[in-house]
């Protein structure tokens, strides 16, 4: 996996923050109904996690600041 660095202005951080958790909010819904295939789900869990390690990661940037 290859690292890069984004360099953002104060409120597209937050916007960011505000989409991504919108988006975990949904995801969570979206496992939460989907019971006909194991596989699915399963993948929708994944998603859901990536959206929640970027959240935490973007948090632990705005504490070290």
Do not use: C, P, W, Y
């Amino acid at each position: 996996m290859s690292d890069f660095h984004l360099v953002l202005s104060l409120a597209e951080r937050d916007m960011l923050v505000r989409m991504l958790g919108n988006a975990l909010k949904q995801k969570r819904v979206e496992v939460h109904r989907t019971e006909f295939s194991r596989d699915f789900r399963h993948e929708l869990e994944g998603e859901e996690s990536r959206i929640q390690g970027l959240l935490e990661r973007l948090s632990q940037a705005v504490a070290t600041e």
